[in-house]
Structures are given as structure tokens and as C-alpha cells.
């Protein structure tokens, strides 16, 4: 299947109220598997509706290999039928008067297959999907994660060129979550399916898809790949919405942004500490030290939570000019903490988990200092190791 085109695509239910998707453009290349990640209501299951052909564009152009599908000023529309495209529904949508694997053939009987290829590929999805069993039940006889496999094989036995997922996986419990994702991403290196993920889980967009289109409110925030979308958010709104726990966020006119940044090698202009710019620190990006040389910030450890094989570490740090009340800080390592509960430590920060913001939330560059010590020359043993490229 060649590439998908979004071209400023909209649409709008109602005159009166925001669009649900505005101007929305990307490019999903042959054999991606892209995912589009954002909060409930972003737009994002609009925009899977559109490509499929079941909403229409208000304003824009869904083309594929050049080909329009849906292209409102031209007039063009290409009924969903004829697109080849499959879409797993997250409400399922299967036929209740059908047996699992009728449900599973229906396309395949569609198509005309041959009875005893099409009883084949039946049995090769569900075993695939891990139904075994359940051939002969129907919709209300399963459960839910249940049912959502039967959509999946339903949709896979098809084998289309273009697969749309639209939170296939919200149902399914923790280990068969995984097992699924697993299972998703064979069948994409496998068979080359362009596949369009839909989900607000961060950790299966980041763990599945070669590509991700972050969305807010209808408008399309950052497109690139997980590393890109985590290691250079382009703005506020992505820095906070990728990572768990959530990425720190500090005034930089604060005492201790300043600190932070000043003993990291970087420096912010007057004109960014008075435009009330913020500062984003990734909480594996913290660091902590018993040592006092380095010149770190002191802090106080206000808790510590395991969270089986990692542990969560709930910091209080306040600047000696600063008579503002603490700040709240949060640290993440998969090594067994050496403190308790109200021990003081001293924190630095690793050059490429800090990240800033202007008032309106874009992105704004750190310039490197030429008059503080550089992060490595302090990196001592007794400190969490961290990689330290250039953020820049």
C-alpha cells in the first residue's frame, strides 16, 4: 500500500463549536505503523473514522499514492468499501446471530474465498489470537477481551494493506496486553501492513509504533519517532503528556531552576527568566549524591515508593535565597535506593533530561555556559549514571 496523505484536514460537527479535528496534516509512509496518541476528545478517532471513509471532511484532502480519497473542494469521495482498508472498532461491532467463526469468515466469504482456504485462515487466526475454543460461541457468551481478539481476527483475516486500530487493546488485561502488543508487532514486521494505531496509552505508543502524531484539542502538537517525541518534545503540552511518572515542571525564575541549570553547564537569558518560561526536568534525569562538592542542589527526600523493580523518590528542595515555599520534586531509578525518609541529598540534573518552555509553551533553546563547570567533569561514581548528549 504506498503512502497515506493527510492535507489540512477538518472537520467540524456543528457551526458553533471548536472542530473535533483542525487542519490536520501528516504523511504515513508505506509499512509504518503509526500511532495517533492523545487525551479522550483530541480528535484522534476522528481523524482513523476519516481515513476509513466513515466521516467526511469538512475541509482538506485524505489521498493515497496521489489517488484522492476524500477530497472536499474537487468534490471526490471514495466509498469505504471500496478503499481496502480494515478498521478494528473499539466498540467491537461484532454480529451477535454469528459464532466466532462466522464472524471471522464473514469478510473472507465477502471476498469469495474458497471454502477450504477460507476454513484455514479461520483456524490460523484463532490461533493466532489465542480463541481457541470459542468457535462456536457467540458475542454474549465472551467477555470483553474476548470479543475485542474476535474483532481483531475478524479484521486480520482479510490481511489489508492498511490496518486501523482504534484502542484494539483498551479491554484485554495487563498480560494479555502484552502478549498483544507483542503479537501486533510481528505481524507488522511480517507482513508489511501500513498500520494506524489509535490509543492515550503513552506506553503502548512508545513500545509499538515506528511513528507517533501527538494530538490536542484538534490540532496535531509533534510528529516523529518515539525518541524524537521524548527526548526533543516540541512543546509544554507533549513534555507533560509523555512520561510517567510526569515530567517536573519549575518556574525558571525560581532560585532553584536557575541552580539547576547554571551547575548542568547551561544558562537562560534575562529575557527568558522574565517571560515566565518554565523548565521541564524527566524525573530519571535527576540525580543524587551524598557528596557536597559537586555543587548540587540540596534537597530533602519527602518519600520513597517501590513500584517493583523500580522505586519512585518524592523530593523537597528549596534555594537559600528562596523564601518561597519548597518545591515538589519527583525522581525515578531502577537501583535500590542507600536513603531513607528525610535524609538531605544533593541533586543535579543530567544535561538531556532538562527542558524549556516559554509562557505560551514552545520550546526555547538552553545555551550552553561558558562559566560553569561542564556536567561530566562532576559525574562522579556515587552518582546514578545517566547518558549525557547534547540537548541542544
Known sequence: MPNITLNNISKRYTPDHPPAVDQVSMEIEDGAFMCVLGPSGCGK???LRMIAGLENLTDGEISVAGKSLDHVRKGIFIPPEKRH????????????HMTVARNIEFGL???????????????????????????DRYPA?????QQQRVALARTLAMNPGVLLLDEPLSNLDAALRLSMRAELTRLHKEFGTTIVFVTHD??????????????????????????????????????????????NMLPAESDIAQHLVNISGFSMSSEVVAGQA????????????????????????????????????????????????????????QTPPMWRKGDPVFLRVAPHAMHLFSKDGARLPL???????????????????SKTEDIL
Open 202 to 247: 503513552q506506553w503502548e505508543a512508545m513500545t509499538l509504533a515506528t511513528q507517533i502524531a501527538v494530538m490536542n484539542k484538534g490540532s496535531l502538537q509533534q510528529i516523529g519517532t518515539p525518541d524524537d517525541i521524548y527526548e526533543r518534545p516540541a512543546n509544554r503540552f507533549v513534555a507533560e503528556f509523555i512520561g510517567n511518572p510526569p515530567i
Open 109 to 135: 466469504k465477502l471476498q469469495r474465498m474458497p471454502v477450504q482456504e477460507r476454513k484455514q485462515r479461520v483456524a490460523d487466526m484463532i490461533t493466532m489470537l489465542k480463541i481457541e475454543g470459542l468457535e
Open 278 to 333: 518554565t523548565l521541564g526536568l524527566r524525573p530519571e534525569g535527576l540525580q543524587l549524591s551524598t557528596d557536597a562538592s559537586g555543587r548540587g542542589l540540596p534537597v530533602v527526600i519527602s518519600d520513597i515508593m517501590p513500584t517493583g523493580g523500580a522505586w519512585i523518590i518524592e523530593l523537597q528542595a528549596r534555594a537559600a535565597s528562596d523564601h518561597t515555599a519548597p518545591l515538589n520534586l519527583v525522581y525515578t531509578t
Open 45 to 47: 478517532s476522528t481523524i
Open 141 to 145: 457468551q465472551l467477555s470483553g477481551g
Open 85 to 96: 482498508i480494515g478498521l478494528v472498532f473499539q466498540s467491537y461491532a461484532l454480529w451477535p
Open 367 to 385: 545555551s550552553v555556559s561558558s562559566k560553569t563547570t561542564a556536567f561530566a567533569e562532576v559525574n562522579s561514581p556515587n552518582l546514578c549514571q
